[in-house]
């Protein structure tokens, strides 16, 4: 198979990977529209836990998020057909009385799981790994915070490539996350583990970070990633930045940061509007990328030996996903 160029083109690998597509808390009384990987789907709570299908109805190819949910079942806004937890259809309101559902009255039905807040789905059944662990979130000592969900109209992998790029920050927030007199990125080693990329460096303290502290990354293949800032006085704030691929040049993207330390509600307040700020700056300059898809092959961008060892890893890294490829040698600056 040959080197993937841009990311569209690991679509159909990326099909057996785990998205977040929504947050749980979206996710009420009624069907919930969400879009992956171009996909249209429905989230739909029915019984005790969530359904996922494609957002299209087998009658006459509606969409199903326009519908209701009626008790266990999914009920088409447009002629009433209902639907059960599994997809099958289980009652149409037109048909005579004694003849019997259409065998193909039935949803293309994906697999579907709350976890950390989310809703994670899956498009194909053999998924290549499981939902990343995130131990915080199961730790009564964190308190987890939701920052509204975000629409980029960009690629997920550019997304992901702007948070764990770390030279930005006094460029692009400047007065927060760092400071024009220490414009330099620390060197560090990125060890390649699995399905995950895992680094660490200690950050100088900047405005938000008043004490200097250990930042430990997990990236996730193929958009979760998971930071955690560890004080040396026990504070640890963990971040879950996770990118959904609505489409090619579309991306939501999800922000969860859990802290095992107390603040007050204005204070938390103070941070939300902190963290939407900062992502309102990166979203702009992420938007302006051309192409707007993540270029796989390397030597369509200039890389920096150092400041950008984790881009140059991310982009192998991707390149990687669903083909065996040989990385070759890397031009650097
Ligand atoms: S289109 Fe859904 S019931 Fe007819
Ligand atoms: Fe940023």
């Given at each position: 198979m040959s080197r993937p160029a841009?990311?569209?083109?690991?679509w159909p690998a990326l099909r057996r990977y785990w998205h977040p597509?929504?947050?749980?808390?979206?996710?009420?009384?009624g069907p919930v529209a969400v879009q992956l990987l171009g996909e249209r789907l429905v989230v739909a709570r029915l019984g005790t836990g969530l359904a996922c299908f494609r957002d299209l109805c087998v009658h006459r190819a509606t969409a199903l998020s326009l519908g209701r949910i009626e008790g266990h079942e999914l009920v088409c806004a447009y002629h009433g057909w209902r639907y059960g937890a599994d997809g099958g259809?289980?009652?149409?309101?037109?048909?005579?009385?004694?003849r019997a559902i259409p065998a193909g009255a039935r949803l293309q039905r994906f697999a579907c799981e709350e976890r950390y807040g989310l809703v994670w789905v899956c498009l194909?059944?053999?998924?290549?790994?499981?939902?990343p662990e995130y131990a915080e979130f199961s730790d009564p000592a964190y308190r987890a915070v939701f920052v509204p969900a975000q629409q980029w109209r960009a690629s997920a992998a550019r997304a992901t490539e702007n948070s764990v790029d770390a030279a930005h920050f006094p460029w692009l927030h400047e007065g927060i996350l760092g400071s024009r007199d220490h414009p330099e990125v620390p060197v560090f080693e990125i060890e390649q583990v699995g399905e995950e990329l895992r680094y660490r460096f200690t950050d100088l303290p900047n405005p938000m970070h008043p004490v200097a502290h250990e930042r430990v990354y997990r990236l996730h293949r193929p958009f979760s990633i998971h930071q955690r800032k560890e004080r040396a006085d026990g504070q640890v704030e963990a971040v879950l930045i996770a990118a959904c691929p609505r489409a090619a040049e579309e991306t939501t993207v999800f922000l969860v940061i859990c802290r095992n330390f107390h603040l007050t509600e204005a204070e938390l307040a103070e941070r939300m509007a902190t963290d939407i700020l900062i992502l309102e700056q990166d979203r702009p300059v992420v938007e302006s990328q051309r192409p707007a898809e993540l270029p796989?092959?390397?030597?369509?961008e200039l890389h920096l030996r150092g400041p950008d060892a984790v881009a140059v890893a991310y982009r192998r890294f991707m390149a990687e996903v669903g083909v065996d490829i040989d990385a070759g040698p890397v031009a650097v600056e």
């Open positions: 841009l990311e569209h083109e690991l597509v929504a947050y749980t808390a979206a996710v009420g009384a259809c289980v009652h149409i309101p037109a048909l005579p009385a004694g194909a059944a053999d998924p290549v790994v499981a939902i796989l092959d390397l030597a369509a």
